[in-house]
């Protein structure tokens, strides 16, 4: 489980290790015995919070007019889908990402 500092307390993490539950929850700074953090691990809950945050930023999904369950579902598919896609392309209007070739 990811978690932000917050969440670092040994009860919160023994209650996780007994549901079998690897807890990723990186120490607080006057903790008396800092635990260890798999920083790999931690980084991904950025990227997850990131995503979130794009995706709230689109009016259809932030309102969430849609009438069924389903094409709420769907949109946001699409929508999940455009910007993994836009994670990929770079695209500057106006300027060539090509070095050309003056001969």
């Given at each position: 489980?990811?978690?932000?500092?917050?969440y670092?307390?040994?009860?919160?993490?023994?209650?996780?290790?007994?549901?079998?539950?690897?807890?990723?929850?990186?120490?607080?700074?006057?903790?008396?015995?800092?635990?260890?953090?798999d920083?790999?691990?931690?980084?991904?809950?950025?990227?997850?919070?990131?995503?979130?945050?794009?995706?709230?930023?689109?009016?259809?999904?932030?309102?969430?007019?849609?009438?069924?369950?389903?094409?709420?579902?769907?949109?946001?598919?699409?929508?999940?889908?455009?910007?993994?896609?836009?994670?990929?392309?770079?695209?500057?209007?106006?300027?060539?990402?090509?070095?050309?070739?003056?001969?």
């Amino acid at each position: 489980m990811l978690a932000d500092r917050g969440y670092d307390s040994d009860s919160f993490r023994q209650d996780l290790l007994v549901h079998g539950i690897l807890p990723v929850i990186p120490s607080r700074k006057g903790r008396s015995t800092p635990q260890k953090t798999d920083w790999r691990r931690y980084r991904d809950c950025n990227r997850i919070e990131r995503m979130f945050n794009r995706l709230k930023k689109m009016r259809r999904i932030a309102t969430r007019n849609d009438k069924t369950a389903l094409s709420f579902v769907s949109f946001l598919n699409i929508a999940a889908a455009r910007l993994w896609i836009g994670s990929f392309v770079n695209v500057t209007y106006g300027v060539s990402s090509v070095k050309q070739d003056d001969d």
